[in-house]
T-cell receptor, first 116, second 109 residues
Framework: DTGVSQDPRHKITKRGQNVTFRCDPISEHNRLYWYRQTLGQGPEFLTYFQNEAQLEKSRLLSDRFSAERPKGSFSTLEIQRTEQGDSAMYLC??????????????FGNGTRLTVT | DQQVKQNSPSLSVQEGRISILNCDYTNSMFDYFLWYKKYPAEGPTFLISISSIKDKNEDGRFTVFLNKSAKHLSLHIVPSQPGDSAVYFCAVRDDKIIFGKGTRLHILP
């Protein structure tokens, strides 16, 4: 399977706990994005990387959230001191950007987080 | 403030007829527009796109129309098939991709 993979698919955690999600993008893709989706909403942008550099962070990304892409390949999204409002589907996507050419985003199937 | 608006949360269409999904955007500087389709428990998948230098792009049963003066785009699916039942997201590219809230399309037998 050469698509975007996310792990785990589901995560249930208690309020106040830390959680970490992993995303493996399509191997030749240099951009990696994190989005969050809640019921009745479209995917909301959180942050993105070009190779290992984090280029933009949404104001939705509070200081409890941190994302890394240490070697420009896989990425992790950590949420510290989870709150019930963090319950959502966390989607990862990747694309290939070469100059002006920009491939569409390819999404993984997401990690569904439930904070109890 | 929503930059991409899909004002119809849901739409029901008879199988074989045309489905028309609409989308409005706020920023006339946007120059690339996309439609994504999402099934339950899966991530969104890319469907079709259009650059602002065009007003129409067609791919099989799917056609996207862009009206820049009205800042409006639409997705036409004809003929509609049962497998088209899904949530459709309109999106614009602004370095990142900005999505609308989606329209749930039901294809009725």
């Amino acid at each position: 399977d050469t698509g975007v993979s996310q792990d785990p698919r589901h995560k249930i955690t208690k309020r106040g706990q830390n959680v970490t999600f992993r995303c493996d993008p399509i191997s030749e893709h240099n951009r990696l994005y994190w989005y969050r989706q809640t019921l009745g909403q479209g995917p909301e942008f959180l942050t993105y990387f070009q190779n290992e550099a984090q280029l933009e962070k949404s104001r939705l990304l509070s200081d409890r959230f941190s994302a890394e892409r240490p070697k420009g390949s896989f990425s992790t999204l950590e949420i510290q001191r989870t709150e019930q409002g963090d319950s959502a589907m966390y989607l990862c996507a990747s694309s290939l950007v070469l100059g002006e050419a920009n491939s569409p985003l390819h999404f993984g199937n997401g990690t569904r987080l439930t904070v109890t | 403030d929503q930059q991409v608006k899909q004002n119809s949360p849901s739409l029901s269409v008879q199988e074989g007829r045309i489905s028309i999904l609409n989308c409005d955007y706020t920023n006339s500087m946007f120059d690339y527009f996309l439609w994504y389709k999402k099934y339950p428990a899966e991530g969104p998948t890319f469907l079709i796109s259009i650059s602002s230098i065009k007003d129409k792009n067609e791919d099989g049963r799917f056609t996207v129309f862009l009206n820049k003066s009205a800042k409006h785009l639409s997705l036409h699916i004809v003929p509609s098939q049962p497998g088209d039942s899904a949530v459709y997201f309109c999106a614009v590219r602004d370095d990142k991709i900005i999505f609308g809230k989606g329209t749930r399309l039901h294809i009725l037998p």
